[in-house]
């Protein structure tokens, strides 16, 4: 993420999500064209006063946050624990994490695995010594699947459990429309109702797309293996994407991941941002955003 912002977690846009098999260890073999929006939680570090490191929430969803009981066990707090134990003498003692969440919470976006990767960037850059890459990536791993594609916060093809990772071939750039019901769904209960767990893969262009007609046309072939039981558990989501594919503009619209955030794309900033108008005055208690996608 040369010359971006390192504190922004930017939210990750699952384009699609094929489920291929289930291993022996209960994990699944997923398959995946990620993008990352250019709007996110915001992770920040400062020197604490008292004796230990904290975590301070603050954002529109800190309290959903701190309701759920997630707060005290955030992947923020254990990705300075894992910092700390690989590289002992590397950082001031205590910090204050804060955390301004402004996504909503189990969405969906990779939230927070973004979170994570975020601390571990931020952590990274004030260590006392240099942090190889490598190294920063194998703790990403071990905070969980998703954050070390969170970690480098570009377009990639996701496969295995989600940690194979490959750049994604050149992509036309496009905006997103983003809307989430308010409701979080259980990414657990959500596979479990999958009606078959061995679907088929896709196969991206190795040359990539140029124009976002052709990019929604492929897509269209593609699919969420996700989305029927997210539906059946939350029908909101379904109702939210109808009226998604029929905004002025849009060329795709999917859900995210295992929901229950939906994204639409369009051709430009300025457009989606029109489309977001509109879709609030259609789904007023909806989560609605626009936004550009990071290069």
Same mark, same amino acid.
């Given at each position: 993420?040369?010359?971006?912002?390192?504190?922004?977690?930017?939210?990750?846009?699952?384009?699609?999500?094929?489920?291929?098999?289930?291993?022996?260890?209960?994990?699944?073999?997923?398959?995946?064209?990620?993008?990352?929006?250019?709007?996110?939680?915001?992770?920040?570090?400062?020197?604490?006063?008292?004796?230990?490191?904290?975590?301070?929430?603050?954002?529109?969803?800190?309290?959903?946050?701190?309701?759920?009981?997630?707060?005290?066990?955030?992947?923020?707090?254990?990705?300075?624990?894992?910092?700390?134990?690989?590289?002992?003498?590397?950082?001031?003692?205590?910090?204050?994490?804060?955390?301004?969440?402004?996504?909503?919470?189990?969405?969906?976006?990779?939230?927070?695995?973004?979170?994570?990767?975020?601390?571990?960037?931020?952590?990274?850059?004030?260590? &006392?010594?240099?942090?190889?890459?490598?190294?920063?990536?194998?703790?990403?791993?071990?905070?969980?699947?998703?954050?070390?594609?969170?970690?480098?916060?570009?377009?990639?093809?996701?496969?295995?459990?989600? $940690?194979?990772?490959?750049?994604?071939?050149?992509?036309?750039?496009?905006?997103?429309?983003?809307?989430?019901?308010?409701?979080?769904?259980?990414?657990?209960?959500?596979?479990?109702?999958?009606?078959? &767990?061995?679907?088929?893969?896709?196969?991206?262009?190795?040359?990539?797309?140029? &124009?976002?007609?052709?990019?929604?046309?492929?897509?269209? $072939?593609?699919?969420?293996?996700?989305?029927?039981?997210?539906?059946?558990?939350?029908?909101? $989501?379904?109702?939210?994407?109808?009226?998604? &594919?029929?905004?002025?503009?849009?060329?795709?619209?999917?859900?995210?991941?295992?929901?229950? $955030?939906?994204?639409?794309?369009?051709?430009?900033?300025?457009?989606?941002?029109?489309?977001?108008?509109?879709?609030?005055?259609?789904?007023?208690?909806?989560?609605?955003?626009?936004?550009?996608?990071?290069?």
């Amino acid at each position: 993420m040369a010359g971006a912002d390192i504190g922004l977690a930017p939210a990750k846009i699952n384009l699609n999500l094929h489920v291929l098999g289930r291993r022996p260890d209960g994990f699944h073999r997923l398959q995946s064209l990620v993008v990352f929006a250019r709007l996110g939680d915001r992770v920040s570090i400062r020197p604490a006063a008292g004796p230990d490191d904290r975590l301070v929430l603050a954002g529109p969803f800190a309290p959903v946050l701190a309701e759920q009981a997630q707060g005290d066990n955030n992947l923020v707090m254990a990705a300075l624990s894992r910092f700390r134990e690989k590289f002992p003498d590397a950082l001031p003692h205590p910090l204050t994490l804060e955390l301004e969440k402004n996504l909503p919470v189990a969405a969906g976006m990779g939230g927070g695995s973004a979170d994570a990767a975020a601390a571990l960037r931020l952590l990274a850059r004030m260590s &006392r010594h240099p942090v190889q890459p490598d190294d920063l990536m194998a703790l990403a791993a071990s905070l969980g699947s998703d954050v070390p594609v969170c970690l480098n916060a570009r377009a990639a093809l996701m496969e295995g459990t989600g $940690t194979r990772l490959s750049p994604a071939p050149p992509l036309p750039p496009f905006a997103l429309v983003l809307a989430n019901p308010g409701k979080g769904l259980s990414t657990a209960r959500v596979f479990d109702g999958l009606a078959r &767990r061995d679907n088929p893969p896709f196969a991206f262009p190795e040359r990539g797309v140029a &124009r976002l007609e052709r990019l929604a046309d492929w897509l269209r $072939t593609t699919r969420n293996d996700l989305e029927p039981p997210a539906i059946a558990l939350l029908p909101e $989501t379904g109702e939210g994407l109808a009226h998604m &594919r029929r905004l002025p503009g849009s060329a795709f619209a999917a859900m995210s991941g295992s929901g229950a $955030t939906l994204f639409a794309l369009f051709a430009n900033l300025e457009a989606a941002r029109r489309a977001a108008e509109q879709l609030r005055k259609e789904l007023p208690g909806y989560w609605i955003a626009a936004a550009d996608i990071l290069p």
